[in-house]
């Protein structure tokens, strides 16, 4: 009797200890559940930054986007100026200078808009002046800078009260220079315009306008000072200094004066012919024009870019230079008493 009594209380006891594990398991199991064993579980979401470019990885995670830092690109701050440091020329009231589309090229030769707006400065004002005056004042791309491109949309000489539109041998501009322009860094470019070497007139009293222009690159630059459009610059450092002049064929020559003004300036349509004083003009019976014509429409060039009056071997020529069909460069020397080609080169 005892025997069969410990049996079966030794039945329920197993059985209630199995109850018992059953329902210890059951409260782990909910209270622990593992995702990647729960079918049909939602994903973990992930915040998203404010700047929408995805979702950036928790530390030590590999990134699967660029940070912040390395997605902006690296500014520096440009200031540009401009000047006149020229002597009063007679009669000449204002020289108004109107430019606009101004763009630099970097070294990787592209070229960086600085600014679309269209500036009129008046040349002789500034010099009385006696200050730079802003241009602008932006933030653009470090890098190295090597030219600077801009466009003059008119210039008005105004002379005894009279306004006329000067001719200009180009309307774009191109300047050399040497910008290294660094993060965080100040640099200005400052130009000196000289109106008075600038202003030519032709024979028929044609206002032509070929700029002469210093330019002076200052870099790392620790303070600015500006008192209205006025502007100064204090603890620079030199980086470039150079003198250009535009010639008769709109090229900005280095070390130049431009055009040169010991010669006489004629126009046909939009050609510039020089003739220096000490040559007889009567002696070039063949008009530049008809010269011109002999070297088109022989198909020695298709394009004419400035005409000459000089002496070939004590002959009187026209020398014109010119490109052809191909792009490459070509002067041709017009014999200007009977309008033979005496010289190809």
């Known amino acids: 009797m005892c025997l069969n009594y410990y049996m079966k209380n030794k039945n329920i ?20 559940p593992s995702p990647s064993d729960q079918p049909g579980s939602a994903p973990q979401e992930t915040e998203q930054p404010e700047n929408g470019m995805g979702s950036q990885p928790k530390q030590g995670g590999e990134s699967t986007a660029p940070s912040s830092p390395s997605t ?16 009063p020329i007679q009669d000449v009231s204002s020289v108004l200078f109107i430019m ?60 005894n009260g009279i ?37 030519h007139t032709t024979n028929t009293g044609r206002f032509i306008f070929a700029p002469v222009v210093d330019v002076n690159v200052l870099g790392e630059i620790q303070t600015v000072q500006k ?37 006489h300036i004629e126009l046909v349509g939009n050609i510039f012919v020089l003739i220096p004083h000490s040559l007889n003009r009567s002696l070039f019976t063949v008009a530049p024009n008809e010269a011109m014509n002999t070297a088109l429409n022989g198909g020695y060039i298709s394009q004419v870019t400035a005409m000459y009056a000089e002496l070939l071997e004590k002959k009187p020529v026209w020398r014109i230079n010119g490109i052809t069909s191909s792009g490459a460069s070509s002067t041709i020397y017009v014999n200007a008493e009977t309008g033979s080609i005496e010289k190809v080169q």
Do not use: C, H
């Open 13 to 32: 006891f197993f059985i209630v200890l199995v109850l018992v594990l059953a329902l210890a398991g059951g409260v782990l199991f909910f209270e622990n």
């Open 72 to 87: 902006k690109a690296e500014m520096g701050r440009l200031i540009l100026t401009i000047t006149d440091d020229t002597v």
């Open 100 to 159: 606009s589309s101004l763009s630099a090229r970097n070294a990787n030769a592209k070229w960086i808009p600085l600014s679309a707006q269209t500036y009129t400065y008046d040349l002789l004002q500034l010099k009385r002046d006696g200050k730079q005056e802003l241009v602008f004042d932006i933030n653009i791309p470090v890098n190295t800078y090597n030219q600077l491109s801009l466009v003059v949309d008119s210039v008005v000489i105004i002379k």
């Open 163 to 199: 306004a006329q539109t000067a001719k200009l041998p180009s309307n774009t501009v191109y300047i050399p220079i040497s910008l290294p322009l660094r993060s965080n860094q100040i640099a200005a470019i400052a130009l000196d315009i000289a109106a008075d070497k600038s202003i």
């Open 227 to 263: 008192s209205g459009s006025k502007v100064e610059f204090f603890n620079g450092l030199p980086k470039f200094i150079g003198s250009y002049g535009m010639d008769e064929a709109g090229i900005m020559q280095k070390n130049s004066s431009g055009i040169d003004s010991l010669s």
